[in-house]
């Protein structure tokens, strides 16, 4: 894979100056919830709705990484989750963040009182993954939880053999089971991140649209590269996915503009609005699609979902 076509991208220059958009002559034209075409400049595409499965698994593992915190991954793994497992997918979420912000997120579980966790899966050779996972409320959605002991794990790896593909073994026995499993990774580039490269088939990068958002993507290339080209070659990046977007502003919109221009295709079409229903959301312990279903957001997960599921390979996956 030539990264130097992500130069311009990850090397990108603070937004503004001539040739840029203005508020006033606004080339996105009126915003609207899911329109391609109006955030990211490019003719809209239509995705169709994903057909029922006969079968399941087996599953695709995405890992949702930026090293930078507060970009949207833990909010579009859940959210993401939860729209593939309505169109029919099982879904399995790790959360593999010491913080816990997934399984806070999701179940309103207080992550101090779990007994067994991902870190427990990880450094135990008695626990296995059916032990660790836990059903959650929306029909289709499991999970595998974490709290503060998983920071323990990335200095107790080191001497392990093989350290990079503990949570590869781990997920194995379940592969069959699921469509998709998502990993929700912690806002680091260090060896629990690596783990969660070495096991993905592809990866997502959620990037808010603000420009210090950006400046990490070159960082975040070359660890990825390493990943490909030392532990699994066959690790693709699934897409970059822009978030927190506000089409009001012009910061929002010259980065917006600049991922797609250093990106190309590789940029989803869908593109995920700020707003204060998903906040509401995780404080209610609920993914976007069911707290507030009609919402703007949740149909914006839900198109991301069916754009998500039509670029994957048609054989298996869940596509």
């Given at each position: 894979?030539?990264?130097?076509?992500?130069?311009?991208?990850?090397?990108?220059?603070?937004?503004?100056?001539?040739?840029l958009a203005d508020p006033v002559n606004n080339p996105w034209g009126t915003t609207r919830n899911t329109g391609a075409d109006l955030h990211t400049k490019r003719p809209e595409r239509t995705y169709p709705e994903p057909a029922p499965l006969?079968?399941?698994?087996?599953?695709?593992i995405v890992a949702l990484c930026n090293q930078k915190g507060g970009v949207g991954k833990t909010t579009t793994t859940i959210n993401l989750g939860a729209a593939i497992a309505e169109y029919g997918r099982r879904v399995l979420l790790v959360?593999?963040?010491?913080?816990?912000?997934?399984?806070?997120?999701?179940?309103?579980?207080?992550?101090?009182?779990?007994?067994?966790?991902?870190?427990?899966?990880?450094?135990?050779?008695?626990?296995?993954?059916?032990?660790?996972?836990?059903?959650?409320?929306?029909?289709?959605?499991?999970?595998?939880?974490?709290?503060?002991?998983?920071?323990?794990?990335?200095?107790?790896?080191?001497?392990?053999?093989?350290?990079?593909?503990?949570?590869?073994?781990?997920?194995?026995?379940?592969?069959?089971?699921?469509?998709?499993?998502?990993?929700?990774?912690?806002?680091?580039?260090?060896?629990?991140?690596?783990?969660?490269?070495?096991?993905?088939?592809?990866?997502?990068?959620?990037?808010?649209?603000?420009?210090?958002?950006?400046?990490?993507?070159?960082?975040?290339?070359?660890?990825?590269?390493?990943?490909?080209?030392?532990?699994?070659?066959?690790?693709?990046?699934?897409?970059?996915?822009?978030?927190?977007?506000?089409?009001?502003?012009?910061?929002?919109?010259?980065?917006?503009?600049?991922?797609?221009?250093?990106?190309?295709?590789?940029?989803?079409?869908?593109?995920?609005?700020?707003?204060?229903?998903?906040?509401?959301?995780?404080?209610?312990?609920?993914?976007?699609?069911?707290?507030?279903?009609?919402?703007?957001?949740?149909?914006?997960?839900?198109?991301?979902?069916?754009?998500?599921?039509?670029?994957?390979?048609?054989?298996?996956?869940?596509?």
């Amino acid at each position: 894979m030539n990264w130097s076509e992500y130069g311009e991208a990850a090397n990108i220059a603070p937004v503004g100056g001539e040739g840029l958009a203005d508020p006033v002559n606004n080339p996105w034209g009126t915003t609207r919830n899911t329109g391609a075409d109006l955030h990211t400049k490019r003719p809209e595409r239509t995705y169709p709705e994903p057909a029922p499965l006969d079968e399941h698994g087996p599953a695709r593992i995405v890992a949702l990484c930026n090293q930078k915190g507060g970009v949207g991954k833990t909010t579009t793994t859940i959210n993401l989750g939860a729209a593939i497992a309505e169109y029919g997918r099982r879904v399995l979420l790790v959360d593999f963040d010491p913080q816990g912000a997934l399984s806070v997120g999701l179940g309103r579980l207080d992550p101090r009182e779990l007994d067994l966790t991902v870190y427990n899966l990880l450094m135990q050779r008695d626990v296995t993954v059916e032990d660790v996972l836990l059903k959650t409320d929306i029909d289709g959605l499991d999970l595998i939880p974490s709290n503060i002991d998983l920071s323990a794990a990335e200095v107790q790896l080191v001497g392990e053999v093989a350290r990079e593909q503990m949570l590869g073994r781990a997920l194995r026995p379940v592969i069959n089971d699921y469509d998709v499993i998502l990993i929700d990774c912690q806002p680091s580039l260090g060896l629990l991140t690596v783990n969660a490269l070495t096991a993905a088939d592809g990866v997502i990068v959620p990037l808010e649209c603000e420009f210090f958002a950006l400046r990490g993507v070159a960082l975040l290339m070359d660890t990825i590269q390493k990943v490909q080209e030392r532990l699994n070659e066959d690790l693709v990046i699934d897409g970059f996915l822009g978030t927190m977007y506000d089409p009001r502003t012009l910061h929002a919109r010259e980065v917006l503009s600049t991922i797609v221009d250093g990106f190309g295709d590789k940029v989803y079409g869908t593109v995920i609005n700020r707003t204060v229903r998903f906040p509401d959301a995780t404080v209610a312990g609920e993914p976007i699609t069911r707290f507030d279903s009609s919402s703007a957001g949740a149909n914006a997960y839900r198109a991301l979902a069916k754009e998500v599921l039509a670029r994957w390979p048609l054989s298996g996956h869940g596509a």
